[in-house]
């Protein structure tokens, strides 16, 4: 471990055992998904995911989020109808999903704002979903869950800023399931149970199709395709396009949680002048979606995660005996 990340390091444990001691417990279950690593996990899938299994058994499920970008700070309930530069692109994609989205950056005050809101009770079934939440001590969490990229895995193992680890990759430990997203990687599966962790589980990605400006599904048929987004591993999202049929030609990569603008988007116009079809994630098309001039030519991909019942009442019976 080099200077930097000792640096890194030091601060990481600091204000970890200052956010524990001031912890708060929430009085319904709390499930954290989250990550040990910067960039995209499918942490979004996966809460969506999880949260309509719930509701599938008589569960209200709230998921609780920061809404990173969003210039609002909250708490505040999310709904389909604002736009992602107020609340954030993940919080808005859930809440057009028909979830319970509360946006408030620190989870333990979303969650009593959501109780008092939604009026609540002790028999109300109620369980808080964290989005985000393996590095936020500050609250409870009866089960953690942690989602590592299938494809991209530790990297280098390093901490940032020398790797992409936000946490000590130790931390494993502190974790009741891990999930194995976006693809079935078995390296990586048996590296984790080599590091003695037991409940290792795959929650791949399912492409439900390309989805054009009037709601069809578009079909590959051999057109010319470019592609932009601004996610954590752009190259899995081009990996999924490839998958389904679809080669493409060009493409632009973005930051993750990139903000666009009516320029940026004529910039991508001129890039994909000569393509038939422009295709982007749904996490990008919300933050787009309200732009004047949107050709007929944009589609988005619809992803959904897999996760199978099996798993789910393991989740419930960790939820249960914390």
Same mark, same amino acid.
């Given at each position: 471990?080099?200077?930097?990340?000792?640096?890194?390091?030091?601060?990481?444990?600091?204000?970890?055992?200052?956010?524990?001691?001031?912890?708060?417990?929430?009085?319904?279950? /709390?499930?954290? /998904?989250?990550?040990?690593?910067?960039?995209?996990?499918?942490?979004?899938?996966?809460?969506?995911?999880?949260?309509?299994?719930?509701?599938?058994?008589?569960?209200?499920?709230?998921?609780?989020?920061?809404?990173?970008?969003?210039?609002?700070?909250?708490?505040?309930?999310?709904?389909?109808?604002?736009?992602?530069?107020?609340?954030?692109?993940?919080?808005?994609?859930?809440?057009?999903?028909?979830?319970?989205?509360?946006?408030?950056?620190?989870?333990?005050?979303?969650?009593?704002?959501?109780?008092?809101?939604?009026?609540?009770?002790?028999?109300?079934?109620? /369980?808080?979903?964290?989005?985000?939440?393996?590095?936020?001590?500050?609250?409870?969490?009866?089960?953690?869950?942690?989602?590592?990229?299938?494809?991209?895995?530790?990297?280098?193992?390093?901490?940032?800023?020398?790797?992409?680890?936000?946490?000590?990759?130790?931390?494993?430990?502190?974790?009741?399931?891990?999930?194995?997203?976006?693809?079935?990687?078995?390296?990586?599966?048996?590296?984790?149970?080599?590091?003695?962790?037991?409940?290792?589980?795959?929650?791949?990605?399912?492409?439900?199709?390309?989805?054009?400006?009037?709601?069809?599904?578009?079909?590959?048929?051999?057109?010319?395709?470019?592609?932009?987004?601004?996610?954590?591993?752009?190259?899995?999202?081009?990996?999924?396009?490839?998958? /389904?049929?679809?080669?493409?030609?060009?493409?632009?990569?973005?930051?993750?949680?990139?903000?666009?603008?009516?320029?940026?988007?004529?910039?991508?116009?001129?890039?994909?002048?000569?393509?038939?079809?422009?295709?982007?994630?749904?996490?990008?098309?919300?933050?787009?979606?309200?732009?004047?001039?949107?050709?007929?030519?944009?589609?988005?991909?619809?992803?959904?995660?897999?996760?199978?019942?099996?798993?789910?009442?393991?989740?419930?019976?960790?939820?249960?005996?914390?």
């Amino acid at each position: 471990m080099n200077i930097f990340e000792r640096i890194y390091l030091f601060f990481y444990l600091r204000k970890k055992k200052k956010d524990l001691k001031s912890q708060k417990k929430l009085p319904f279950p /709390v499930i954290s /998904v989250g990550n040990l690593t910067v960039g995209g996990t499918g942490k979004t899938p996966f809460t969506i995911a999880l949260a309509k299994e719930l509701k599938k058994r008589e569960y209200k499920p709230i998921i609780l989020t920061r809404g990173y970008r969003g210039r609002l700070k909250g708490p505040l309930v999310v709904t389909e109808e604002m736009i992602a530069r107020d609340v954030g692109d993940e919080p808005l994609m859930m809440a057009m999903e028909g979830l319970i989205v509360i946006k408030c950056p620190d989870r333990y005050s979303g969650g009593i704002y959501a109780i008092e809101k939604l009026g609540f009770t002790d028999k109300g079934r109620a /369980v808080f979903i964290v989005d985000d939440g393996f590095q936020h001590w500050k609250l409870y969490r009866n089960v953690n869950i942690l989602l590592i990229d299938g494809f991209k895995g530790f990297g280098n193992c390093c901490l940032i800023p020398c790797g992409p680890l936000r946490s000590p990759l130790t931390e494993i430990t502190e974790a009741d399931m891990v999930f194995i997203t976006k693809k079935e990687n078995n390296t990586i599966y048996q590296h984790i149970k080599d590091m003695g962790i037991k409940e290792v589980y795959f929650a791949p990605f399912k492409v439900e199709g390309i989805i054009s400006m009037d709601g069809r599904k578009i079909e590959p048929a051999g057109q010319k395709v470019f592609a932009f987004a601004g996610i954590g591993n752009f190259q899995g999202f081009l990996t999924l396009l490839n998958g /389904v049929g679809f080669k493409v030609g060009r493409y632009k990569k973005f930051i993750d949680h990139k903000k666009y603008s009516e320029t940026t988007l004529k910039k991508i116009l001129n890039l994909a002048a000569e393509a038939e079809v422009l295709v982007t994630t749904k996490k990008d098309f919300v933050k787009i979606k309200d732009f004047s001039n949107l050709p007929d030519s944009l589609c988005y991909m619809e992803i959904s995660m897999e996760i199978n019942s099996q798993t789910v009442d393991k989740i419930m019976d960790l939820m249960h005996n914390c």
